[in-house]
């Protein structure tokens, strides 16, 4: 691949993006829609934002 820091393949271990969406986007997808289904929308997404505004001060 060009541009990429490393040689042959990532470091084993390493938290790509690729494999951080293959992991992420079906659980939330999951969660989603069970929330759809018992009609928990509004909750899910305040618990979701709450969530990623932790997420962020935690990594800043």
Do not use: C, H
């Not at 390493?14 to 969660?31: E, R």
């Amino acid at each position: 691949m060009p541009g990429t820091p490393y040689l042959e393949q990532p470091p084993k271990g390493l938290m790509t993006w690729p494999k951080l969406l293959k992991i992420s986007v079906p659980i939330l997808a999951a969660f989603t829609t069970v929330a759809w289904w018992n009609d928990l929308l509004i909750e899910w997404a305040i618990l979701l934002t709450i969530g990623l505004i932790a997420s962020f001060f935690i990594r800043r």
